[in-house]
């Protein structure tokens, strides 16, 4: 039965993750979830297209494609909403993650010949092949006389962005340098995928995504100047023509559902999608940001999002983040981004190496029957990181803990060098599984320190913080340290799907049902169910142990050319 109140209104939100995408149908009167849905990617499971040793992580956009068919179907059929109160749908997705498209917006991964090739697959976030790339880009930057096009990227280009990715996968491969018209950030080609079909020349693309990840400023009309670009390779400067010179913010409208997307997803063709944007800053949004609040996206990675007036930022450029955009967040405001490269990940790691010895010896058992493996594998799925986490947080203050490092993944935020790598040191006879957990939290709550600490050494004040994410909500233990290591009271977001949320704020506003993105967050944004508070002793402790990280810090990185 169809709902015919035409005094309401509902909005659409999907956010792609790193293993999964969610989509949740929101009330726009108050920000309900009306219904919502997750799916796995097929292909990603199966670890297709990737290599953990090189640092090589690639997505074949059938994932994305599939994902975005059967969440936002489920969640149509399961509202029973009338299609005709969905006003609009809005994306956000993991950046900065490319992918070569044909002249008329196909991902090269659906052009035959082209279906198993790595590098035509998306290349997401986490993929490290283009660190000799990033080291090219900033050589030159820094060298070649003209405008230093990465002064508000933090000063320093990362190998997880746009042009180094790129460059890194045309010198790989002959055959998609030659195929690939264009490229396009993955929410710009999910957002083009569904909307009725215009050139892709005149596609509107995503402010976010551009001023972070592509060092596109209005500063100098666009991207990165052309000589400056032909003199990485002549290939650049011929895709600069090939990309955009405008960019969009996420509240505005970039086309309206296409006939054949509308008929798949039992929507209509008056649903409007917006321009697409980031999942950290659309999380941002989902978690009401304002002026000097810091927003902590903690999943694999983590996003630190926080947004200044132009006021504030005025001319100056934050060093070693992960840029600083007008508009990316919140239009009207600068949107500030940090992050790490690894925090949830850097703790699955551990649970891997940890996991080995069951994976490949108990379960390869002839002793146990099928049955035994899988209800003993089950058991140990579940307890494993409670148990860690137990025993870890049971460890008194003064009991020595090992002293690790948390850039498993290499560094993002403060000033970005993914060439580093995670280190211990302090290890003991003693040393035990949680005594090693612990030390692999308090590192990834150190890492965050070292975000905060640059923020405001560069005279950006945060007054309050907020989590939000799987490991905020689900880690006490995790966030009681951070508090205690930031030694500031965090908030924790309510909602299971932030940056879904954030994107159906965009959504409405888009739709014309709010003014703002501010208004529209005041409304629609999440409750917090949680709040964690300094515990004074704790700190006392953690001011000492943050002299061992830092040591540490000093010694990898003076060292880490050497190895």
Same mark, same amino acid.
């Given at each position: 039965m169809m709902i015919e109140n035409t005094m309401k209104a509902y909005v659409i939100g999907l956010d792609y993750g790193t293993d999964s995408v969610r989509a949740? *149908?929101?009330?726009? !009167?108050?920000?309900?979830?009306?219904?919502? $849905?997750?799916h796995y990617y097929e292909r990603w499971k199966e670890n297709k297209y990737c290599d953990a040793a090189a640092n090589q992580f690639r997505q074949h956009p059938l994932d994305h494609l599939e994902g975005l068919e059967k969440t936002i179907k489920r969640i149509v059929s399961d509202s029973k909403i009338d299609p005709k109160l969905i006003k609009s749908i809005c994306i956000d997705t993991t950046g900065s993650s490319p992918v070569p498209v044909t002249k008329d917006g196909k991902p090269l991964a659906l052009?035959?010949?082209?279906?198993?090739?790595?590098? $035509? *697959?998306?290349? &997401?976030?986490?993929?490290?092949?283009?660190?000799?790339?990033?080291?090219?880009?900033?050589? &030159?930057?820094?060298?070649?006389?003209?405008?230093?096009?990465?002064?508000? #990227?933090?000063?320093i280009y990362s190998s997880e962005w746009f042009w180094a990715?790129?460059?890194?996968?045309?010198?790989?491969?002959?055959?998609v340098r030659e195929a690939a018209y264009s490229w396009m950030e993955h929410c710009d080609l999910m957002t083009f995928s569904l909307i009725e079909k215009t050139e892709l020349d005149s596609f509107k693309r995503s402010r976010c995504a551009a001023g972070h990840k592509a060092m596109w400023h209005k500063d100098w009309d666009g991207l990165p100047d052309e000589e400056f670009l032909k003199k990485l390779d002549p290939y650049l400067a011929k895709l600069r023509e090939n990309l955009y010179k405008e960019t969009y913010t996420a509240d505005e409208v970039a086309g309206t559902l296409s006939?054949?997307?509308?008929?798949?997803?039992?929507?209509?063709?008056?649903?409007?999608?917006?321009?697409?944007?980031?999942?950290?800053?659309?999380? $941002?949004?989902?978690?009401?940001?304002? #002026?000097?609040? &810091?927003?902590?996206?903690?999943?694999?990675?983590?996003?630190?999002?926080?947004?200044?007036?132009?006021?504030? =930022?005025?001319?100056?450029?934050v060093r070693g983040i992960c840029g600083q955009v007008d508009g990316s967040v919140i239009p009207g405001l600068i949107g500030l981004e940090a992050g790490q490269s690894a925090f949830g990940d850097l703790l699955a790691w551990f649970k891997g190496v940890l996991m080995w010895p069951i994976d490949q010896l108990v379960m390869q058992s002839d002793v146990l029957s099928e049955e035994q493996k899988s209800a003993l594998q089950e058991e140990i799925s579940a307890k494993f990181i409670k148990k860690l986490t137990e025993d870890s947080e049971n460890i008194p203050l003064a009991e020595s803990i090992p002293t690790a490092l948390d850039w498993i993944n290499g560094r993002r935020t403060p000033d970005a060098n993914? #060439?580093?790598?995670?280190?211990?040191?302090?290890?003991?006879?003693?040393?035990?599984?949680?005594?090693?957990?612990?030390?692999?939290?308090?590192?990834?709550?150190?890492?965050?320190?070292? =975000?905060?600490?640059?923020?405001?050494? #560069?005279?950006?004040?945060?007054?309050?913080?907020?989590?939000?994410?799987?490991?905020?909500?689900?880690?006490?233990?995790?966030?009681?340290?951070?508090? !205690?290591? &930031?030694?500031?009271? =965090?908030?924790?977001a309510?909602?299971?799907?932030?940056? $879904?949320?954030?994107?159906?704020?965009?959504?409405?506003?888009?739709?014309?049902?709010?003014?703002?993105? =501010?208004?529209?967050?005041?409304? *629609?944004?999440?409750?917090f169910e949680a709040e964690y508070t300094p515990q004074p002793e704790a700190v006392k402790v953690y001011g000492k142990l943050l002299k061992s990280y830092e040591d540490l810090s000093d010694f990898v990185e003076t060292n880490h050319h050497k190895n």
């Open positions: 949740v *149908m929101i009330d726009t !009167n108050n920000g309900d979830e009306i219904a919502s $849905a997750v052009v035959s010949g082209f279906e198993e090739n790595q590098n $035509a *697959m998306m290349v &997401l976030w986490k993929d490290h092949t283009a660190i000799n790339e990033a080291n090219e880009i900033n050589e &030159l930057a820094a060298n070649w006389g003209g405008e230093d096009f990465t002064k508000y #990227e933090g000063g990715k790129i460059l890194h996968i045309i010198r790989a491969d002959k055959k006939a054949a997307w509308a008929d798949k997803l039992g929507l209509t063709t008056d649903t409007l999608v917006t321009v697409g944007t980031m999942d950290a800053h659309a999380g $941002a949004v989902g978690a009401k940001i304002e #002026e000097h609040a &810091l927003v902590r996206v903690m999943g694999t990675s983590t996003c630190d999002i926080i947004v200044a007036s132009k006021d504030v =930022i005025n001319q100056k450029t993914q #060439e580093l790598k995670s280190a211990f040191s302090g290890l003991s006879l003693g040393t035990r599984a949680p005594h090693i957990f612990k030390a692999l939290v308090n590192a990834i709550c150190f890492g965050a320190l070292k =975000i905060v600490e640059r923020f405001e050494e #560069e005279g950006v004040a945060i007054h309050s913080i907020i989590g939000i994410g799987g490991v905020a909500r689900k880690s006490p233990f995790v966030m009681q340290t951070l508090a !205690n290591v &930031l030694n500031r009271p =965090i908030k924790v309510a909602s299971d799907q932030a940056p $879904a949320l954030g994107a159906a704020i965009y959504a409405a506003v888009a739709a014309g049902i709010y003014d703002d993105v =501010i208004t529209a967050s005041k409304h *629609m944004g999440s409750d």
